[in-house]
């Protein structure tokens, strides 16, 4: 099945381009999960897709699994390029509406692909948490991507969806009964279990290398506004938790959370984009709770020091090497079938606002009985791939450098639960429930 062009292929506003997805990176890991669950949920009748990739004959392989696998697609188109070809990637993006990338470490291959999209004014979606370079693509294509129309939202798998989207639905909530937003948010990685695939240590390991030779990317780590507009990088928010703390929304003790550096710079820009509705002195959050009393104290102390002595061995030149060599698993690699099966997570906002009278709580749940680094990720990126297709969108930018929450917003919280996803939101009460 290849459709046909019914006018002129050049045509960057053309509707009817070959295809309405494709996914980039298809003979990756998660590249994979992403094609299988896009077969597996839709049909060739509802969804024109296309694999991409540098490897004709893995590509050629995933597709016959997957049409063997589902009664839906008697065929896939495939696309060959390369990650660091320009015209190549040209060549793919002007064929589609939308391009969902899962190849990494974006520091390395994403910029091409992304320089690509706004050119042909093709709608873009990654799962990237590279904040260094996400920074950049701000800087350098944010202005570029507003002028042609076209949105390029980084972070749309585990990093960011949950903690973007769930505060989107707290300060929504509080807006809608409140009249007014909560000052301040705070999300609680507050359970998972999943494992994790060589691609994403390997890109993790990139920011590492960026930071030890690049000192904007030094720079943009320790600034908590780096996300944000230029212009706008500065507010009273100091930036994430670092030691252990006793919580007081919730009377629990908490650990710093590993993916606050990227979760936390999200929600300032999404605040950013979106015209400041949660006003300029929002502040935000991510920890992990350990639990209440001496228990909880220890639990706490004991993730802060493993996430700092992972941190400072990743800082050192040489012993990040050897991690990379001898303790991450190869690129390609990641959880089998029945991990990323039973896998699951739940992550919680607590948005704390002043109404007219009394102060009031605002409590989001964003849970998955999924892998949430695969299992899940890979539905929230083919969500997020379809909120742009269909143009499902509550946000008033058709354009630039977003997030999930100003790019997308409510519609994909719609989508998520619709496939099971928990997604919740209400008044928490004194006891603690909505």
């Known amino acids: 099945m290849t459709p046909k ?7 960057m506003s053309n509707t009817n381009r070959p295809y309405d997805i494709v996914v980039w990176g298809a003979t990756g890991f998660t590249g994979k999960l992403v094609s299988e669950y896009l077969t597996e949920q839709y049909t060739q009748d509802t969804v024109s897709l296309a694999l991409g990739g540098r490897s004709a004959d893995r590509l050629d392989s995933i597709v016959s699994e997957l049409t063997t696998q589902n009664k839906g697609w008697d065929s896939i188109p495939t696309v060959i390029g390369d990650a660091t070809d320009q015209e190549s990637l040209r060549e793919i993006t002007q064929d589609t509406q939308v391009i969902c990338t899962t190849v990494g470490p974006y520091t390395k291959y994403g910029t091409p692909l992304v320089e690509a999209c706004i050119e042909t004014q093709t709608e873009y979606c990654d799962l990237t948490g590279e904040i260094n370079w ?3 693509m701000i800087d350098r294509f944010h202005d570029a991507a507003v002028n042609a129309n076209t949105r390029i939202i980084h972070s749309c798998g585990f990093d960011s969806v949950p903690a973007d989207i769930g505060t989107l639905l707290v300060q929504s909530f509080a807006i809608e009964n409140f009249d007014t937003h909560c000052e301040m948010v705070r999300i609680y990685l507050e ?13 993790f390991a990139e920011l590492f290398d ?25 507010g009273i928010d100091a930036g994430g938790q670092r030691l252990p703390r006793s919580d007081q929304l919730r009377s629990v003790w908490t650990a710093p959370s590993p993916m606050a550096p990227i979760n936390e710079r999200v ?57 990379r060599q001898f303790v991450f698993p190869d690129p390609g690699d990641g959880p089998t079938k029945k991990q990323i ?14 109404g007219t009278d009394d102060p009031f709580t605002i409590e989001a749940e964003f849970s998955s009985k999924l892998d949430p680094g695969y299992g899940s990720t890979a539905r929230m990126l083919a969500e997020s791939a379809l909120c742009l297709l269909r143009n ?16 997308i917003g409510e519609p994909l919280a719609t989508r998520l639960r619709n496939i099971g996803f928990t997604i919740t939101v209400g008044e928490r009460t004194e006891s603690g429930s909505s």
């Open 341 to 354: 099966e039973n896998g699951y997570f739940t992550v919680r906002a607590l948005g704390r606002g002043t």
């Open 191 to 203: 359970e998972g279990n999943g494992g994790v695939s060589g691609g994403t240590l390997a890109s």
């Open 267 to 323: 929600l300032r820009r999404s605040n950013a984009l979106l015209g400041y509705p949660w006003g300029r002195e929002f502040r935000c959050t991510e920890v992990i709770p350990t639990g209440s009393g001496i228990g909880g104290a220890i639990g706490a102390s004991i993730v802060a020091g493993g996430i700092g002595l992972f941190t400072t061995a990743m800082s050192i030149d040489t012993v990040r090497s050897g991690i």
């Open 392 to 407: 499902e969108t509550n946000s008033s930018l058709s354009g630039g450098v977003l997030t999930p929450a100003s790019g």
């Open 210 to 234: 960026a930071a030890s030779d690049d000192q904007v990317t030094r720079q943009t780590l320790q600034d908590p506004y780096s996300l944000a507009p230029p212009g706008e990088r500065d």
């Open 134 to 136: 996400v920074r950049e």
């Open 5 to 11: 062009y019914d006018s002129d292929p050049t045509d």
